[in-house]
Structures are given as structure tokens and as C-alpha cells.
């Protein structure tokens, strides 16, 4: 059999007053049209082929190459968009299935089940529908026993047929060349003047082939149209990746409020308290905790790390690192096992080296940190000088004193120590003090002297 995919994804998706073609938009961390050509995926099918038209060039960067593109326009209807996208198919396809690009919901094992029956039917056509408690809106599916006669439009269905609850989701497996043949005889005499896909179904049963229906969970067949419906995929798509996660062996606290992205992986044995997003192509390793309130895109928690109350951008969090609360680990931030980045403290482009400290309201940029080196409170590394950006080197066992500016370039040898308050501006020997301080001065009876003035000046 040479199966082609043919992903609808033309339509501008008006309600969702947005200047992003609707099909872009996005879902626990993939496009709407991703989640359909991942659901799709598994087919193996021969050929994919998207169209499109509502900004085309956007859609296009973001196919992969394996899907071809071709783009209609004006867009007069699924019929048209079909006939569009047969174009794009080479002449040996011989079985068709139209896959709406909104319905981020579809799953693999409904796909190849829609694919499935018709095979095994010997089907002109197949319809995948739903059961609906409001269908207002959708085309009804008209049934003789297992035959889906025909199907009508929402605004074109008469009394009888808007009290059909079962409902057309736009998916459908099609004998290639029986399909091009109905195509070429659709009309536009209808409601909205369009080419209906719908219109097929009729056809095709006219011509005396079998058209079968196949029912799934209605849930799969929710499509996006507005940001409502946006939101509402999103907490499904969320679940089953929760829902994955946990059967895998990933515990949550309360896996309603866990946002995790597509792309991401956890393994079995980390726990993720609420509040927590996990984005882009973050990892977390076995027995790691995060959250609660946390917030990673890009980055990778090794096992045993704990991580709470944070941001990290593109950081590395080393084997039982710990994290938070509330630090910020922006791109390059590198901490390495049982190295710690503690309150009110920033890392970025830094090595925190095996066993290192910053455990409190410090800044750490463009920095290596040698191993078991700790790094006193509000520490700055000076890394800026208004034109240019400089790096400063902390080896081992090394001891930052509480308040140090280390103003970059600049290097602090092994087992050395900087004073409290100091400003370090040279380099810094292996196992010295470096201390730069102005002496403290006393000023005796300061405090009579301060009132004795006041008074005279009737204060
Ligand atoms: C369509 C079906 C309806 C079904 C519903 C399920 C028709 C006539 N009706 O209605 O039976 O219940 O889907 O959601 O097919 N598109 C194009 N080019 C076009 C027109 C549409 O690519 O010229 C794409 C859209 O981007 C969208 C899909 O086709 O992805 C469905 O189009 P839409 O206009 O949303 O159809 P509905 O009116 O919802
Ligand atoms: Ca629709």
C-alpha cells in the first residue's frame, strides 16, 4: 500500500485574533501542527504533504523537510484544499488520509486505526467521527447500519439531521483515485459558497463504494479555533504527558499543576512538585526533586539534583547539585556535582566546580570555579566594564570572603582567600590573603558630640 498524508493547514484560524497562522500556535511545547504530524509519524506513510496558505512562508519554516508543502490559494473550501493537496502526491499513492492541521488531539493508534478499517473494509472512504452532547457546528454524519451515507453541514442540515449527535472530524482515509474523481465533480452550492470535502461522501455512495465510519473518544476530536480551545487542549496534552510520566515512574505531587513541554524527558525516580514548567528540551535525572515554583527551558538536572524556587536557562545542574531558593541560572551556567547555587544568587557562562558553594546573593558571570571553594555572600564577579566582557578564574579550595568585587580579568590561585568588603583588581597567589580595605578609624563620643549640635542649632 503507498499511503500520503495530506495535513490541512491553509485556514487563517480568524478567532484567534492573532498575526500567527493558526496552526502555529502552541501546545505544552509543540505548534498544533507538529502535534498532528507526530500523531501522523508513526504511520510510515509514503508521502506528507501540508496545504497551505494563511502565511505560508512561517508554516513552511517550521516543516520539517520530509513534509512536502503546497499551497492554496484562494482558499475555497476542504474540497479545494484536498484537490490542492493531491497535488503534491506522487502517482503511485493509492490511499489517501486528510488529517486537519488544528486537531492536536488525534492520537497515532486512532490514525492507523482510521487507516486500518479502510484496509481492511476495501472502503472508497473512511470517516473517523465523534459522539458529540452539543455538535451545533460540526457536519453530521448520516449512517445507514455501519455506511455513513452522507454528510451535512451544520448550517446546511435540516431539523432532523442537527439532531444527529454524531459528528464529522474531518479525518478521513480515501481511495486516491476514486477521491480525485468525486473531487473533479464537487459543486459550491451551499451555504458559504465553498468546495465541501464533505460532499465526497455523498458522491462516492451515489457511485454505489462503500464509505465506513469509524467512532473514537470525542475528546480526540476537539479542534483549536480560539484561545479558549487553545488552553483547553493544552491541560489534555499536558495530562498524558503527566500521565506518561507517572506510569513511567516519575512522581508528582499534584500533577494539575506540572507544566511540562513535549520535548522534555524525567526519568523514573525524580519527583516534580506543583508550579513547576519544564520546557524546550530539558532533562531530569533519576531522584532528582524540582519545585516547587520552578521554571526550565533547556536544561539538564542530573540525578539526585534538587532544584526549588528557580529560573534556569540553558544551565546544567550536576549530580546532587542543589538549586534555589529563588537563584537565576541563565546560558552556560554550569554547576558541577554537589556544587551549590543558593538564595538571591545569578550564574551565568560559570563552572561551579565539584563541592563549590555560592550559597548566598551573589553574581557570578563569565567565571570558573575550581572544586570544594566557597563563595561568600553578595560576591560580585565585576565582569563588565561597560565595552567588553572579562573572565575570572577561582581555583580550588578557595575562599571568597563575604562582599568581595572580583573585578575581572582576574585570577584567584588554589587555597587562597580574599577578605570581607575587598575590591580584588590583581591576581591573587596560591594560598595567600588578598585584603582591601581602608583602616576602620573611631571617632570617640561621636554620638554626644551629633546631639550637642543638634540642640545648639534648635533641632
Ligand atoms: C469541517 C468539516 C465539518 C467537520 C469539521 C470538524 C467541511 C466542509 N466541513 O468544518 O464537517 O465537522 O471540519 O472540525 O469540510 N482548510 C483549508 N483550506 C480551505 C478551507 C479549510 O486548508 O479552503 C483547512 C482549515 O485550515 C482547517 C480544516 O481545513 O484546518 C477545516 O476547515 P474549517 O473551515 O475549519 O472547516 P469547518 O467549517 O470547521
Ligand atoms: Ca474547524
Same mark, same amino acid.
Given at each position: 500500500?503507498?499511503?500520503?498524508?495530506?495535513?490541512?493547514?491553509?485556514?487563517?484560524?480568524?478567532?484567534?485574533?492573532?498575526?500567527?497562522?493558526?496552526? /502555529?500556535?502552541?501546545?505544552?511545547?509543540?505548534?498544533?501542527?507538529?502535534?498532528?504530524?507526530?500523531?501522523?509519524? =508513526?504511520?510510515?506513510?509514503?508521502?506528507?504533504?501540508?496545504?497551505?496558505?494563511?502565511?505560508?512562508?512561517?508554516? $513552511?519554516?517550521?516543516?520539517?523537510?520530509?513534509?512536502?508543502? !503546497?499551497?492554496?490559494?484562494?482558499?475555497?473550501?476542504?474540497?479545494?484544499?484536498?484537490?490542492?493537496?493531491?497535488?503534491?502526491?506522487?502517482?503511485?499513492?493509492?490511499?489517501?488520509?486528510?488529517?486537519?492541521?488544528?486537531?492536536?488531539?488525534?492520537?497515532?493508534?486512532? /490514525?492507523?486505526? !482510521?487507516? #486500518?478499517?479502510?484496509?481492511?473494509?476495501?472502503?472508497?472512504?473512511?470517516?473517523?467521527?465523534?459522539?458529540?452532547?452539543?455538535?451545533?457546528?460540526?457536519?453530521?454524519?448520516?449512517?445507514?447500519?455501519?455506511?455513513?451515507?452522507?454528510?451535512? +453541514?451544520?448550517?446546511?442540515?435540516?431539523?432532523?439531521?442537527?439532531?444527529?449527535?454524531?459528528?464529522?472530524?474531518?479525518?478521513?482515509?480515501?481511495?486516491?483515485?476514486?477521491?480525485?474523481?468525486? *473531487?473533479?465533480?464537487?459543486?459550491?452550492?451551499?451555504?458559504?459558497?465553498?468546495?465541501?470535502?464533505?460532499?465526497?461522501?455523498?458522491?462516492?455512495?451515489?457511485?454505489?463504494?462503500?464509505?465506513?465510519?469509524?467512532?473514537?473518544?470525542?475528546?480526540?476530536?476537539?479542534?483549536?479555533?480560539?484561545?479558549?480551545?487553545?488552553?483547553?487542549?493544552?491541560? !489534555?496534552?499536558?495530562?498524558?504527558?503527566?500521565?506518561?510520566?507517572?506510569?513511567?515512574?516519575?512522581?508528582?505531587?499534584?500533577?494539575?499543576?506540572?507544566?511540562?513541554?513535549?520535548?522534555?524527558?524525567?526519568?523514573?525516580?525524580?519527583?516534580?512538585? =506543583?508550579?513547576?514548567?519544564?520546557?524546550?528540551?530539558?532533562?531530569?535525572?533519576?531522584?532528582?526533586? !524540582?519545585?516547587?515554583?520552578?521554571? @526550565?527551558?533547556?536544561?539538564?538536572?542530573?540525578?539526585?539534583?534538587?532544584?526549588?524556587?528557580?529560573?534556569?536557562?540553558?544551565?546544567?545542574?550536576? =549530580?546532587?547539585?542543589?538549586?534555589?531558593?529563588?537563584?537565576?541560572?541563565?546560558?552556560?551556567?554550569?554547576?558541577? #556535582?554537589?556544587?551549590?547555587?543558593? @538564595?538571591?544568587?545569578?550564574?551565568?557562562?560559570?563552572?561551579?566546580?565539584?563541592?563549590?558553594?555560592? =550559597?548566598?546573593?551573589?553574581?557570578?558571570?563569565?567565571?570558573? $570555579?575550581?572544586?570544594?571553594?566557597?563563595?561568600?555572600?553578595?560576591?560580585?564577579?565585576?565582569?563588565?566594564?561597560?565595552? +567588553?566582557?572579562?573572565?575570572?578564574?577561582?581555583?580550588?579550595?578557595?575562599?571568597?570572603?563575604?562582599?568581595?568585587?572580583?573585578?575581572?580579568?582576574?585570577? $584567584?590561585?588554589?587555597?587562597?582567600?580574599?577578605?570581607?568588603?575587598?575590591?580584588?583588581?590583581?591576581?591573587?597567589?596560591?594560598?595567600? *590573603?588578598?585584603?582591601?580595605?581602608?583602616?576602620?578609624?573611631?571617632?570617640?563620643?561621636?554620638? #554626644?558630640?551629633?546631639?550637642?549640635?543638634?540642640?545648639?542649632?534648635?533641632?
Amino acid at each position: 500500500m503507498n499511503l500520503a498524508v495530506i495535513v490541512l493547514a491553509a485556514g487563517k484560524g480568524t478567532r484567534m485574533k492573532s498575526e500567527l497562522p493558526k496552526v /502555529l500556535h502552541r501546545a505544552a511545547g509543540r505548534s498544533l501542527l507538529a502535534w498532528v504530524l507526530a500523531a501522523a509519524e =508513526p504511520l510510515d506513510a509514503d508521502e506528507t504533504v501540508a496545504v497551505i496558505g494563511h502565511g505560508a512562508d512561517a508554516v $513552511i519554516e517550521a516543516l520539517p523537510s520530509t513534509t512536502v508543502s !503546497v499551497v492554496q490559494e484562494p482558499q475555497l473550501g476542504t474540497g479545494d484544499a484536498v484537490r490542492v493537496g493531491l497535488n503534491g502526491c506522487g502517482d503511485a499513492v493509492n490511499t489517501i488520509l486528510v488529517v486537519p492541521g488544528d486537531m492536536p488531539l488525534l492520537e497515532a493508534d486512532t /490514525l492507523a486505526s !482510521v487507516v #486500518e478499517t479502510h484496509r481492511t473494509q476495501r472502503a472508497a472512504a473512511t470517516v473517523l467521527t465523534v459522539k458529540m452532547d452539543d455538535p451545533t457546528g460540526y457536519g453530521r454524519i448520516e449512517r445507514r447500519g455501519d455506511q455513513v451515507i452522507g454528510i451535512v +453541514e451544520h448550517r446546511d442540515a435540516d431539523a432532523r439531521q442537527r439532531g444527529i449527535d454524531e459528528v464529522n472530524t474531518s479525518v478521513y482515509a480515501f481511495d486516491a483515485e476514486l477521491l480525485t474523481d468525486a *473531487l473533479d465533480r464537487l459543486g459550491r452550492d451551499n451555504s458559504q459558497g465553498e468546495y465541501y470535502l464533505t460532499d465526497v461522501i455523498a458522491i462516492l455512495n451515489a457511485d454505489g463504494h462503500r464509505v465506513v465510519g469509524v467512532v473514537t473518544d470525542t475528546v480526540e476530536g476537539t479542534g483549536v479555533n480560539s484561545h479558549a480551545q487553545l488552553a483547553g487542549v493544552s491541560e !489534555v496534552l499536558r495530562q498524558r504527558i503527566n500521565d506518561r510520566l507517572m506510569a513511567d515512574g516519575v512522581a508528582m505531587i499534584d500533577p494539575s499543576r506540572v507544566y511540562i513541554d513535549a520535548g522534555v524527558a524525567v526519568d523514573p525516580g525524580a519527583t516534580i512538585y =506543583p508550579d513547576v514548567y519544564l520546557e524546550g528540551d530539558t532533562t531530569v535525572g533519576a531522584g532528582a526533586a !524540582v519545585g516547587p515554583n520552578v521554571h @526550565a527551558r533547556g536544561t539538564s538536572i542530573a540525578p539526585g539534583a534538587t532544584v526549588r524556587f528557580s529560573v534556569l536557562d540553558g544551565a546544567v545542574v550536576g =549530580p546532587k547539585a542543589t538549586v534555589g531558593p529563588f537563584t537565576y541560572l541563565r546560558p552556560g551556567a554550569d554547576l558541577r #556535582e554537589g556544587s551549590k547555587a543558593g @538564595a538571591f544568587v545569578e550564574i551565568k557562562n560559570s563552572q561551579v566546580g565539584v563541592g563549590s558553594k555560592v =550559597p548566598h546573593l551573589s553574581y557570578i558571570g563569565d567565571t570558573t $570555579i575550581g572544586e570544594a571553594s566557597n563563595i561568600g555572600a553578595a560576591t560580585v564577579t565585576v565582569n563588565y566594564d561597560g565595552f +567588553e566582557k572579562h573572565k575570572t578564574k577561582i581555583g580550588d579550595r578557595v575562599k571568597i570572603g563575604s562582599d568581595t568585587m572580583l573585578v575581572a580579568p582576574v585570577t $584567584i590561585g588554589d587555597d587562597a582567600y580574599t577578605g570581607a568588603g575587598s575590591v580584588i583588581t590583581h591576581d591573587v597567589s596560591p594560598g595567600a *590573603l588578598a585584603i582591601e580595605r581602608s583602616p576602620q578609624r573611631e571617632i570617640p563620643g561621636y554620638a #554626644e558630640t551629633r546631639k550637642r549640635r543638634a540642640s545648639r542649632d534648635g533641632k
